[in-house]
């Protein structure tokens, strides 16, 4: 049993003992990851071993022969078997209650990347368009919510979730509001008083691979600019509540003039 002071200091960079290197999966990581973030001379001079290669990115454990818990989360085959919470639980409602009557239901689970996507697309197709007067003879279409602040917000949920607990993202739309839930309060130099202009990293190694993927930045401007692109679009700020072990976001539906 390895002690607390033998472990890697963040939970994305500790082994998953439990899994082996076919729990990988490895033309996600070869065609994929890495295709992505390194540059082909490098890719081609490299005469590594994939274990080695996904060590040196933090994403395997050569010590113990296991990949880290942020390689089960980017290429694993089934990453819910060894973390149960890594999904994000998706639900649009009819009204503005959580017993409301549930239009749409998805559990969005797999790798990282595939989760991702797929958000992506959940808010394209969930983003409703109306028109809006300007003048006699012009209207403009605004959105109920910018999607790239529920995108930013979203985001920002999985990547600074606790990975350890067993409870997923919630990421509930209702008729008058969107809810974003995830376990895991605030961390490290992101305290109280202090958040959302400074931030830390609970997951390190994710958010680096959530930057190089280009779906995140690594300067913790997340949340400021989620509250700037709702502000230009005429919604009210989100709400923001943190305790402990939770974080929890209420996005508010553009005001109709």
């Given at each position: 049993m390895l002690t607390e002071?033998?472990?890697?200091?963040?939970?994305?960079?500790?082994?998953?003992?439990?899994?082996?290197?076919?729990?990988l999966n490895d033309e996600r990581f070869l065609l994929g990851y890495r295709k992505k973030v390194i540059a082909e001379d490098v890719i081609a001079a490299n005469g590594r071993s994939v274990s080695q290669q996904l060590a040196g990115l933090r994403?395997?454990?050569?010590?113990?022969?296991?990949?880290?818990?942020?390689?089960?989360?980017?290429?694993?085959?089934?990453?819910?078997?060894f973390l149960p919470g890594a999904y994000v639980q998706f639900l649009r409602l009819e009204g503005d209650e959580p017993t409301s009557k549930v239009i749409d239901e998805k559990q969005i689970a797999g790798d990282l990347m595939t989760v991702l996507q797929t958000l992506d697309l959940l808010?394209?197709?969930?983003?409703?368009?109306?028109?809006?007067?300007?003048?006699?003879?012009?209207?403009?279409?605004?959105?109920?919510y910018p999607k790239i602040a529920v995108r930013e917000l979203l985001l920002n949920a999985v990547m600074h979730r606790n990975y350890q607990s067993n409870t997923p993202v919630r990421f509930y739309w209702f008729a008058d509001h969107i809810e974003i839930t995830n376990?895991?309060?605030?961390?490290?130099?992101?305290?109280?008083?202090?958040?959302?202009?400074?931030?830390?990293?609970?997951?390190?190694?994710?958010?680096?691979?959530?930057?190089?993927?280009?779906?995140?930045?690594?300067y913790?401007?997340?949340?400021?600019?989620?509250?700037?692109?709702?502000?230009?679009?005429?919604?009210?700020?989100?709400?923001?509540?943190?305790?402990?072990d939770w974080f929890h976001v209420q996005i508010p539906i553009r005001r109709r003039f």
């Open positions: 002071d033998q472990l890697p200091r963040t939970f994305d960079a500790q082994p998953c003992l439990e899994a082996t290197l076919d729990d994403f395997f454990d050569l010590r113990r022969h296991c990949p880290t818990h942020a390689g089960i989360l980017l290429f694993g085959h089934r990453p819910v078997h808010i394209d197709v969930n983003v409703r368009q109306h028109p809006v007067f300007v003048s006699g003879l012009r209207e403009e279409s605004v959105s109920d376990p895991g309060g605030l961390y490290g130099e992101a305290a109280m008083g202090v958040f959302p202009e400074r931030n830390d990293y609970r997951n390190p190694i994710i958010a680096e691979a959530m930057r190089a993927l280009g779906y995140v930045n690594r913790g401007q997340g949340v400021l600019r989620a509250q700037k692109a709702l502000r230009d679009n005429g919604n009210l700020p989100a709400d923001i509540k943190h305790e402990t």
